[in-house]
């Protein structure tokens, strides 16, 4: 199993650009979730998903869209850049009967 | 308002020393408490949880620590090794098919030679 895999690894984006952040798991997990680490700050979560259709926004969702269509994918959306918006984000996966988030290796962004 | 609260911010042991990381949380409905492990590029890693109903949890080197009365959990690394040199979050959730992990902004940890 890959486990959780997210591309891609770097992006630069200028300001007001948009971008999708792609996340996939292979372990069945139905919920996943999305993450922003910045430094000093910890990981604050953006949304997550609970199954596939079903999505809803956590601590820092402004500027941010999801969409879950299949249970495999979880991809993030940035629509309209800002430099609020550099950070690293990691996507992650839980199974129904287990308490453990399983994290991808994340995505270094970067607007300028 | 910051749920989970890790000190110190950052520490620095020398090999085979004891490192200790505290934690304290504010919801008293929390019911899980994990310990997530990250190392420079990577992403974060589960290294050991912790219920309520125990006081101390122990997996190899790794030990958590609980005290439900203080609101409080620390994870101590026995025999600390430069391998453990990485950045170390608490985290906490309410069990349950919404649950959401609420991280702790994560220590650094330098073991030195």
């Known amino acids: 199993n890959a486990g959780v895999t997210q591309t891609p690894k770097f992006r630069i984006l200028k300001i007001g650009q948009s971008m999708t952040l792609q996340c996939t798991q292979d372990?069945?997990?139905?919920?996943m979730y999305w993450y922003r680490q910045d430094p000093g700050m910890g990981l604050k979560l953006i949304y997550y998903s609970v199954g596939a259709g079903i999505t809803d926004k956590g601590e820092v969702p402004n500027g941010y869209n999801v969409s879950r269509s299949t249970t495999e994918d979880f991809p993030l959306r940035l629509e309209l850049a800002a430099p609020s918006q550099t950070s690293v984000y990691f996507c992650a996966s839980r199974g129904a009967l287990g308490d453990e988030q399983y994290f991808g290796p994340g995505t270094r962004l970067t607007v300028t | 308002q910051q749920q989970v609260k890790q000190s110190p911010q950052s520490l620095i042991v020398q090999k085979g020393g004891i490192s200790i990381i505290n934690c304290a949380y504010e919801n008293t409905a929390f019911d899980y408490f994990p310990w997530y492990q990250q190392f420079p590029g990577k992403g974060p890693a589960l290294l050991i949880a912790?219920?309520?109903?125990?006081s101390e949890k122990k997996e190899g080197r790794f030990t958590i620590s609980f005290n439900k009365s203080a609101k409080q959990f620390s994870l101590h690394i026995m025999d600390s090794q430069p391998g453990d040199s990485a950045t170390y979050f608490c985290a906490a959730s309410i069990t349950g098919a919404n649950s959401k992990l609420t991280f702790g902004k994560g220590i650094t940890l330098s073991v030195r030679p």
């Open positions: 912790i219920r309520p109903d125990v």
């Open positions: 372990m069945n997990h139905n919920y």
